[in-house]
């Protein structure tokens, strides 16, 4: 068979032995079940990425040059290529004003920019733009292509009080419903991301030779950050009664095979509507909300934010906060104030003064 090249693009096989497309300079993959290679959808999708990315005359100055430099700096082409897409969306978006002049960005014209964003690519695409102005001036500013970062500071768009949290934590009563409907296929994998706090993507995609003597040791693959979990006995009799499989991933679909992101998430899609309807578990139940569970109990019982960190493979305590957020500090405090009071106990013992 003859192996198709195209300039300015990786085709490849993944550890799966599926055909991946990707273009080398923004990280943009080409579906290739809509796109099979070789066909005129792949050279119309090759030549509509590859028009993105002509060297067009950019003017010195303005926002254009600086992202066209950003792009072609290691801070850019060493980051993951689902992290580099994400930044191109933002990009993209910010084309119509590429020919600005750096000099004119200031915190009310960023402001400006992401209320926009907000009215018409909603409250998430708007903060995600302003973080990523922020690296991209941050970044400028210290090659000196402009005085300073003008979107440093500026505040994200607070979620309205009335709209629910995203991937809300799920609630105990919630997790046990979920194990106890699951056909025996799907409870391995769901059972490592209500243990481990593993996202879906790296849960069903990990290795089996990652899992050792009881221990998962793997990296994130959003962030490259270390994870490594001990198996709680839950999850170890869960992977112990798995179906026998000869997939390279730890957990496997009914067929033997890996699992793709989409088929688990349409296979889990019934069932959760099903448990709804039943009243056993709660509206807007989602996968990923497991992650943010075991953050939640983790800052229940009284880790710290850092520590939280590295048992998710996050590289910042904000997101550790972020994802604990709502945790039930009560039982926690409780104990606190008694620790307290006991030892402000001590302290009124010491400075009695005896009788005389």
């Not at 067009?56 to 992202?67: C, D, F, H, R």
């Not at 290529?81 to 933002?90: A, H, L, M, N, W």
């Not at 957990?251 to 709804?276: D, F």
Request: hydrophobic letters at 40%; aromatic letters at 8%.
């Amino acid at each position: 068979m003859t192996r198709i090249k195209v300039k300015g693009f990786k085709i490849f096989k993944d550890r799966h032995g599926k055909e991946r497309c990707y273009h080398r300079r923004s990280g943009i993959a080409i579906d290739l079940r809509k796109c099979p290679l070789g066909s005129a959808e792949f050279v119309a999708e090759v030549a509509r990425i590859g028009a993105m990315f002509v060297a067009a005359a950019v003017k010195p100055g303005t926002l254009g040059a600086l992202i066209q430099e950003y792009r072609s700096h290691p801070a850019f082409t060493d980051l993951a290529p689902r992290t580099k897409s994400d930044y191109q969306g933002i990009f993209d978006y910010l084309k119509p004003i590429a020919d600005t002049p750096l000099a004119k960005f200031t915190k009310p014209l960023v402001v400006r920019i992401r209320d926009k964003a907000a009215i018409t690519k909603g409250r998430k695409f708007a903060n995600d733009l302003k973080a990523r102005l922020s690296t991209l001036f941050g970044w400028g500013s210290e090659r000196g292509y402009l005085a300073g970062n003008p979107a440093a500071g500026i505040k994200d768009i607070r979620r309205r009080k009335d709209q629910p949290d995203a991937n809300r934590p799920w609630a105990d009563e919630e997790r046990d419903a979920v194990l106890s409907a699951l056909p025996e296929h799907m409870k391995p994998a769901l059972a490592l991301m209500m243990y481990t706090g593993l996202g879906p993507k790296d849960a069903l995609t990990l290795p089996r030779n990652f899992y050792r003597s009881g221990e998962i040791s793997t990296n994130r693959s959003k962030t490259g950050e270390p994870v490594f979990w001990p198996c709680p006995a839950p999850l170890a009799a869960i992977l112990e009664a798995a179906p026998s499989h000869n997939a390279i991933t730890l957990v496997a679909n009914s067929k033997g095979l890996p699992w793709t992101l989409s088929g688990y998430r349409a296979s889990w899609r019934p069932i959760r509507m099903k448990l709804e309807k039943a009243g056993q578990v709660g509206p807007a139940l989602t996968l990923y909300g497991l992650r943010k569970t075991v953050a939640v109990i983790l800052r229940e019982i009284g880790y710290d934010e850092r520590t939280i960190a590295d048992a998710l493979g996050q590289k910042t305590v904000e997101m550790a906060r972020h994802y604990a957020k709502g945790a039930d500090l009560r039982p926690k405090m409780r104990g606190v104030v008694r620790a307290f009071e006991d030892e402000l106990n001590k302290r009124k013992t010491k400075t009695v003064k005896p009788t005389e």
